[in-house]
Nanobody, 122 residues
Framework: QVQLVESGGGLVQPGGSLRLSCAAS????????IGWYRQAPLKARELVAR?????????NYADSVKGRFTISRDDAKNTVSLQMNSLKAEDTAVYYC??????????????WGQGTLVTVSS
């Protein structure tokens, strides 16, 4: 069973920055997709940013975070990070690390971290 452990959440003022990290118990190069989702109160969980297609360079970003958030990875340490700049109140949410593995039989396995709360408020 893969474990994903997030860290780095907290309270930050509007316009500030935070860096989230996700440590995986397995090699992150084994995942087809790995990245971050978030869920705000009373809203559905949404993709924030991820590496996709088992690529170390191909990424997807939510339109709402493009130009402000940057996802990065360290395959030697099996970590994925999310640098969040110019934070807004609407970025307030629980942020989840997510990883998806595709087997040769076409079966998907999905793994989630426990989540870390990011609160943007003055």
């Amino acid at each position: 069973q893969v474990q994903l452990v997030e860290s780095g959440g907290g309270l930050v003022q509007p316009g500030g920055s935070l860096r989230l990290s996700c440590a995986a118990s397995a090699s992150i190069s084994s995942f087809y997709n790995i990245g971050w989702y978030r869920q705000a109160p009373l809203k559905a969980r949404e993709l924030v940013a991820r590496f996709t297609s088992q690529s170390t360079t191909k990424t997807n970003y939510a339109d709402s975070v493009k130009g402000r958030f940057t996802i990065s990875r360290d395959d030697a340490k099996n970590t994925v990070s999310l640098q969040m700049n110019s934070l807004k109140a609407e970025d307030t949410a629980v942020y989840y690390c997510n990883a998806e593995r595709l087997t040769g039989l076409g079966i998907w396995s999905t793994f989630w971290g426990q989540g870390t709360l990011v609160t943007v408020s003055s």
